[in-house]
């Protein structure tokens, strides 16, 4: 009788993690990295420590510098992934920018690269992710990275709230069109983590205090949080699961 455990593997699998040369992004590639999978890290940043990472666990990868938002950005990265490391079969859709001002304030400028990054991106990614894999008769897995942003409105934040709620309805549509291809579409919502993006709000000792406050963990998340929950939904494990938001929050939603 096979091990539960073995429903978590991904030997023989290939996945895309865009945004992985830190953060969040790195964590779950070395964590899918870790359960057997070999990565195309997608990114704009240096990659060469995650790398050799990824090589000390027995693991393949490869690294597409690449800009998400950029003209032909989704068929180079499924090409390149293909070309060399011999198949795609789980995208995490990672990658995203953050702009902060007021409502009334905020340009237009900021709006449009927010959205081009955080949702565009990921649309045309996975469609070509996706096409693909129908073309090949390939089951595969695709992660959305949302936030709670998803779920609430924040503040100073238009476009990247408005990017991750409609990345939360495109998890649920694709995982309807998708789902009887064999090809699961489900969401991680990350809670306040510990990353670059949050530098500002951890700074500022009131806005951390009252964040802090109201985290029923009592603390921020660490890319090591997601670990779990990204193997979790890249994994056979969660074959009969479509179109879920995912909250890894510390309890936040709860509260």
Known sequence: ??????????????????????????????????????????????????????????????????????????????????????????????????????????????????????????????????????AKKSPGKIINVTSMLSFQGGIRVGSYTAAKSALNGLTKLMANELAPHGINVNALAPGYMATDNTSAIRADEKRNAAILDRIPAGRWGTPEDLAGAAVFLASPASDYMHGFTLAVDGGWLAR
Not at 58 to 69: C, H, Q
């Open 1 to 134: 009788m096979p091990n539960i455990l073995d429903k978590f593997r991904l030997d023989g699998r290939v996945a895309i993690v865009t945004g992985a040369s830190r953060g969040l992004g790195a964590g779950m590639a070395l964590a899918l990295a870790e359960a057997g999978a070999d990565v195309a890290l997608v990114a704009r940043g240096d990659t060469s420590a995650l790398a050799a990472d990824i090589a000390a666990r027995g693991r393949k990868s490869t690294t597409i510098a690449i800009d998400v938002g950029s003209d032909g950005a989704a068929e180079r990265i499924v090409n390149e992934t293909v070309n060399a490391l011999g198949r795609a079969d789980i995208l995490v859709n990672n990658a995203g920018i953050i702009r902060r001002a007021a409502f009334v304030d905020f340009t237009e400028q900021d709006w449009r690269e927010v959205l081009n990054v955080n949702l565009d991106a990921a649309f045309r990614l996975s469609q070509v992710f996706a096409r693909q894999l129908i």
